[in-house]
């Protein structure tokens, strides 16, 4: 059984900046993928950002880029997500999720075996 808790989410200015972290509980840390993903009111689940099991190589959508950072410390069994220069559209549910099959897509809700219970970011503008 994986375990993934997130935690960091607040209310902020726009400009300011979070940092989202996410530890994971259960074997084989170092063998999974992890991503974020956010879900505003009323809209469906979006990706956000994921690095592989080796943390070799990135990936984040178009609005984030330039302002949000992905990383993992294998030995806290945690991922991060830092926040620089928030905009008020940064506003919702922050998820962190688990995948461990390596052939399937990051941009994929269904590829992922687990998910946090979610931590609320609010940028106010």
């Known amino acids: 059984q994986f375990d993934l808790e997130e935690s960091g989410g607040g209310l902020v200015h726009a400009g300011g900046s979070l940092t989202l972290s996410c530890v994971a509980s259960g074997t084989s840390f170092i063998a999974n993928a992890f991503s974020w993903y956010r879900q505003a009111p009323g809209k469906e689940r979006e990706f956000v950002a994921a690095?592989?099991?080796?943390?070799?190589?990135?990936y984040y959508t178009d609005s984030v880029k330039g302002r949000f950072t992905i990383s993992r410390d294998n030995a806290k069994n945690t991922v991060y997500l830092q926040m620089n220069s928030l905009k008020s559209e940064d506003t919702a549910i922050y998820y962190c999720?688990?995948?461990?099959?390596?052939?399937?897509?990051?941009?994929?809700?269904?590829?992922?075996?687990?998910w946090g219970q979610g931590t609320q970011v609010t940028v106010s503008s």
């Open positions: 999720g688990r995948k461990s099959d390596w052939s399937t897509s990051y941009y994929a809700v269904p590829s992922y075996d687990s």
């Open positions: 690095l592989t099991s080796s943390g070799d190589r990135l």
